[in-house]
């Protein structure tokens, strides 16, 4: 698990400077604030839509559509042999979930230090 933390953490910390250095020509704090709440968010974002995901919330709406729009023409029992969402979804949210409220709580941090 700190494997897979520290693989995720020390990219993101690297694409927060790198896109610093592009857009503002600078490496600042006001910079990293900005860049780290836009990449932590977007990480804290998209775990949670891997959690709802993987515990089977969008099963029932995902059966419907596949009903209604088959275009394949599946008889019913193709359709109901078809593996759920929930099933077919196995990345593991977790690290990029705790990487995301990582940098969001750097972020915080550093807006602290920017206003004191």
């Given at each position: ?8 953490f020390?990219?993101s910390?690297i ?5 610093s ?5 600078s490496?600042g ?9 836009i ?18 919330f ?14 394949n ?22 690290p990029m ?9 750097l972020?915080?941090?550093?807006l ?5």
């Open positions: 698990m700190i494997k897979k933390l520290i693989w995720w020390f990219p910390q694409l927060v400077f790198l896109i250095f592009i857009k503002y020509r490496i704090l006001v910079q990293y604030i900005n860049i780290s709440f990449i932590g968010g977007i990480l804290l974002f998209i775990s949670i839509a891997i959690f709802l995901l993987n515990t089977g969008f099963d029932v709406t995902v059966e419907g559509f596949r009903r209604v729009f088959n275009k023409k599946l008889t019913k029992e193709e359709l109901d042999d078809l593996r759920p969402v929930s099933e077919v979804i196995t990345f593991n949210y977790l979930l705790i990487n995301g409220l990582i940098m969001l709580f972020m915080a941090f550093a602290i230090l920017y206003y004191y």
